[in-house]
């Protein structure tokens, strides 16, 4: 959250989180954090605005698929 949103994105997960990917809608990764610490918030300005998928996979091996906007 929030979704839109500017250059801070927040994760928050009740279950550990080993890496957020984003990527564009054709699945290019455009960044990649690996082990963030847990509910952290992320510096997303050096990506362009526009329309990404967020892709976040825990430790138990979930993997959650968001679609969010860039301004």
Request: hydrophobic share 40%.
């Given at each position: 959250?929030?979704?839109?949103?500017?250059d801070l994105i927040n994760?928050?997960?009740s279950?550990?989180?080993?890496?957020v990917i984003f990527t564009q809608i054709t699945?290019?990764?455009?960044m990649e954090?690996?082990?963030p610490s847990e509910n952290?918030?992320?510096?997303?300005?050096?990506?362009?605005?526009?329309?990404y998928?967020?892709?976040?996979?825990t430790a138990n091996g979930e993997r959650i698929v968001?679609?969010?906007i860039k301004q």
């Open positions: 959250y929030p979704n839109p949103f500017d994760i928050n997960s279950a550990k989180i080993n890496r699945g290019q990764i455009i954090i690996n082990n952290e918030s992320i510096n997303t300005s050096q990506i362009p605005a526009g329309f998928m967020l892709i976040i996979e968001n679609k969010i």
